[in-house]
């Protein structure tokens, strides 16, 4: 009894190991057996040699000790200035020297930029971030040599450019069918009567200017009263320098405050105040409804526009039975249109999805 009160009292006296203890035991035991993480990684930077020593100069070595020693060897080992014979690379081959030469170069591209220099002393003192070294190399090398930021303005100033240029070709274009129409070149010339620009008294001297001058210069009269009488709205409109992407771009936050303090307008006149609409705020209104953009709507007929007030579409249950209606008269029509009915006809004897096998 004695004995086992004793053995007893041996086991309990000794204090038992704790559960950390034996935990870092057992990481301890493991780390040994896991290789270490090299600090030069094969195809990074100058491989498994040190860029520094590759130079031959400290890591605390200033920008221009760096360039002096990358001179030194560079004319050392460069491919126009080796030669065989030379006793300051003796062993070397062409061959050798070459590989040698763009290993001085890649050092010297490593530590020559600073952002470069620092990731590559990160990684000489941090070998175990094994995946950020990668990231950081070609993060440099990948990376666009020309900043975004111009890239980004350069695109935005040609398409700037060239929403202008064919915003001005369609408005000629219309300008150009306009002066053909009769309807308004006999206004426009009525008009240039009035104002005394079609003048056909006959000139004397050297004054005096060809038929072919006359009508030209008529033609150019006609025009110009046809631009400023005329409103062209939609996608012949004049084109404008604030409808330009560049131009949207820079006021941008000019429009934003527009259109906010727009809305709180709206939300305090028509839904706190209670206010009625006036016909620009139906009309509105009548344009959401349809989807429509601004220049779409503008370039419809002012009588469809007081078609719309008439039959009050800006609320909803009118629009919705406008609308139906709509698709019912397109329907008749595509029902009775000829045109509809011969291509019904062509699709079902010879539309797609039909085999037929003619004689040769």
Request: net charge positive; glycine share 4%; with cysteine.
């Amino acid at each position: 009894m004695g004995s086992r009160a004793e053995h007893g009292r041996g086991r309990a006296g000794l204090p038992a190991p704790p559960c950390a203890v034996v935990y870092l035991y057992v990481l301890l035991v493991a780390a040994s057996f896991v290789p270490e993480a090299a600090a030069l990684i094969d195809g990074l930077y100058c491989g498994t040699q040190v860029c520094y020593d590759v130079l031959g100069v400290d890591r605390d070595a200033a920008k221009p000790d760096i360039a002096r020693a990358y001179r030194q060897l560079a004319r050392r080992y460069h491919p126009d200035r080796f030669r065989p014979g030379d006793p300051g690379l003796a062993g070397e081959t062409q061959e050798s020297a070459q590989e040698m030469f763009l290993l001085i170069t890649t050092a010297y591209e490593t530590l020559k930029d600073e952002d470069s220099r620092r990731d590559y002393d990160y990684m000489l003192d941090h070998p175990e971030e094994y995946y950020r070294h990668y990231y950081a190399y070609y993060r440099t090398r990948l990376a666009p040599k020309v900043d975004v930021r111009v890239v980004i303005l350069v695109t935005v100033c040609a398409i700037s450019i060239f929403q202008y240029y064919s915003w001005q070709s369609s408005y000629n274009e219309a300008i150009s069918y306009l002066v053909t129409v009769p309807k308004y070149r006999i206004q426009a010339t009525e008009i240039a009567k009035e104002q005394g620009l079609l003048s056909r008294t006959k000139e004397k001297g050297r004054n005096r200017r060809s038929k072919e001058e006359i009508r030209e210069q008529e033609e150019e009269v006609i025009r110009d009263i046809i631009k400023t009488k005329i409103d062209i709205k939609g996608g012949y409109q004049k084109p404008k320098m604030s409808d330009i992407l560049l131009c949207k771009l820079v006021l941008l936050p000019y429009f934003l405050l527009v259109s906010a303090a727009a809305h709180v307008s709206w939300f305090y006149r028509f839904t706190v105040c209670q206010e009625a609409y006036g016909d620009q705020e139906k009309l509105y209104i009548t344009r959401c409804f349809m989807k429509m953009s601004q220049s779409q709507f503008d370039s419809l007929d002012d009588k469809m526009k007081e078609s719309f007030l008439e039959k009050r579409l800006w609320l909803r249950e009118n629009y919705e039975v406008y609308k139906r209606e709509q698709e019912e008269e397109m329907k008749v029509k595509m029902a009775t249109d000829p045109r509809m009915k011969r291509y019904r006809r062509w699709m079902r004897s010879e539309g797609p999805g039909r085999l037929t096998f003619a004689d040769d």
